[in-house]
């Protein structure tokens, strides 16, 4: 189960799954601080990500 944990700051929010932590940031020019992901990029990163799981999951058959 995922918990997301807000900061005093707008622009950042952590997420905590398992053991471990993403931490959701805006880019500076969006005045954030470049110090974790944006939320579009994390989307895009778990579409990939299922993908390629699929991809080679169906390979093995």
Avoid: R, W
Wanted: charged residues 20%.
């Amino acid at each position: 189960m995922c918990h997301n944990y807000n900061t005093n700051d707008s622009n950042k929010l952590i997420s905590h799954v398992h053991d471990f932590n993403v931490i959701f940031n805006t880019q500076k020019k969006d005045n954030g601080y470049d110090d974790g992901i944006t939320p579009n990029e994390g989307i895009l990163c778990s579409f990939g990500a299922c993908e390629d799981m699929t991809v080679k999951m169906f390979g093995k058959q």
